[in-house]
C-alpha cells in the first residue's frame, strides 16, 4: 500500500509540474522593441530591443512602418577610425536575417530611428514586413534608462 501511495504523489506531481511549465512557461516573444520618453515637441525619436528571425528560413526585412511616425531607418552608430568621430550610419532595406540570427537594437550599434512624428494617441506600434510576405506588428514598450 506504501508503494502505490508514493507512485500516486509522484504521478501527481508530475503532472502539476508538467501542468506548470506549459500554461506558465512563457517564451520569449522573437521581436522586442522599447524606447525611452520622447518630449512632444521632439519629432524623432530611437527604438532598441531585439530582432530575432521569427521564420525557418532566411528572410529579409524589407521595410519597417510605424503608427506614430513618417519614416522608420535602421541606423549603426559606428566610429571613424581616421577621425576618432562617432557617427550614425543609415543601413539600407532590405536587412538579411539568416536562420536563427538575433539582430541586437542597442544605443551605440544598431538602433531604429524615428522620423516625422504624427499627431497619435495609444500605443507606439512598428509594423516589420518580410520578404517572405509576412508581417508583424509589436508594440514598442517605453521604459526609464
Same mark, same amino acid.
Given at each position: 500500500? !506504501? /508503494?502505490?501511495?508514493?507512485? +500516486? %504523489?509522484?504521478?501527481?506531481?508530475?503532472?502539476?509540474?508538467?501542468?506548470?511549465?506549459?500554461?506558465?512557461? &512563457?517564451?520569449?516573444?522573437?521581436?522586442?522593441?522599447?524606447?525611452?520618453? +520622447?518630449? #512632444?515637441?521632439?519629432?524623432?525619436?530611437?527604438? =532598441?530591443?531585439?530582432?530575432?528571425?521569427?521564420?525557418?528560413? *532566411?528572410? #529579409?526585412? @524589407?521595410?519597417?512602418?510605424?503608427?506614430? =511616425?513618417? +519614416?522608420?531607418?535602421?541606423?549603426?552608430?559606428?566610429?571613424?577610425? %581616421?577621425?576618432?568621430?562617432?557617427?550614425? /550610419?543609415?543601413?539600407?532595406?532590405?536587412? &538579411?536575417?539568416?536562420?536563427?540570427?538575433?539582430?541586437?537594437? #542597442? @544605443?551605440?550599434? &544598431?538602433?531604429?530611428? !524615428? =522620423? *516625422? &512624428?504624427?499627431?497619435?494617441?495609444?500605443?507606439?506600434?512598428?509594423?516589420?514586413?518580410?520578404? %517572405?510576405?509576412?508581417?508583424?506588428?509589436?508594440?514598442?514598450?517605453? @521604459?526609464?534608462?
Amino acid at each position: 500500500m !506504501l /508503494r502505490k501511495i508514493n507512485i +500516486t %504523489n509522484s504521478g501527481i506531481l508530475l503532472l502539476i509540474q508538467a501542468n506548470l511549465f506549459l500554461f506558465c512557461h &512563457k517564451p520569449a516573444e522573437p521581436i522586442q522593441f522599447w524606447m525611452t520618453h +520622447t518630449p #512632444e515637441v521632439a519629432k524623432t525619436a530611437a527604438v =532598441y530591443g531585439e530582432i530575432q528571425n521569427p521564420y525557418e528560413t *532566411d528572410v #529579409e526585412i @524589407r521595410a519597417v512602418v510605424s503608427n506614430g =511616425y513618417q +519614416t522608420v531607418d535602421f541606423h549603426e552608430t559606428i566610429l571613424d577610425e %581616421n577621425t576618432g568621430i562617432v557617427r550614425m /550610419r543609415k543601413l539600407n532595406y532590405p536587412i &538579411k536575417l539568416m536562420v536563427k540570427e538575433t539582430i541586437h537594437l #542597442e @544605443r551605440s550599434g &544598431k538602433h531604429l530611428m !524615428l =522620423y *516625422d &512624428k504624427l499627431n497619435r494617441s495609444g500605443n507606439l506600434k512598428l509594423e516589420i514586413e518580410f520578404s %517572405n510576405g509576412e508581417k508583424k506588428i509589436v508594440v514598442v514598450e517605453e @521604459r526609464s534608462l
